[in-house]
């Protein structure tokens, strides 16, 4: 069984930073990729920031240039470095672990942890 230990969201004031991160522990003989996405009310689930191996990296347009996602191999754990946020960035914001086992690949999702951006 996989856990995902999500932390790092809140409430910060237009122009602010957060940093979130999400820590994968379980049966995983590999992680694939590890990312976020996020969903504001009544918006679908939409990426925001992936990394696929150890350095390909996705980012959605609306956060290129202010968000920066990174890995940290030994500890199975993707951060996400948010400056200069926006109101619009508000979301909940969950996280994605792409991963193999002995059944073949897995997608799972974190519970979500709450970014407001608000003054």
């Known amino acids: 069984q996989v856990q995902l230990a999500e932390s790092g969201g809140g409430l910060v004031q237009p122009g602010g930073s957060l940093r979130l991160s999400c820590a994968a522990s379980?049966?995983?003989?590999?992680?694939?990729?590890m990312g976020w996405y996020r969903q504001a009310p009544g918006k679908q689930r939409e990426l925001v920031a992936r990394?696929?191996?150890?350095?390909?990296?996705r980012y959605a347009d609306s956060v290129k240039g202010r968000f920066t996602i990174s890995r940290d191999n030994a500890k199975n754990t993707v951060y996400l470095q948010m400056n200069s946020l926006k109101p619009e960035d508000t979301a909940v914001y969950y996280c994605?672990?792409?991963?193999?086992?002995?059944?073949?690949?897995?997608?799972?999702w974190g519970q979500g942890t709450q970014v407001t951006v608000s003054s």
């Open positions: 379980g049966s995983m003989f590999r992680i694939n990729a």
């Open positions: 990394i696929i191996g150890d350095i390909s990296t």
């Open positions: 994605n672990v792409v991963y193999r086992d002995y059944g073949g690949e897995h997608d799972y």
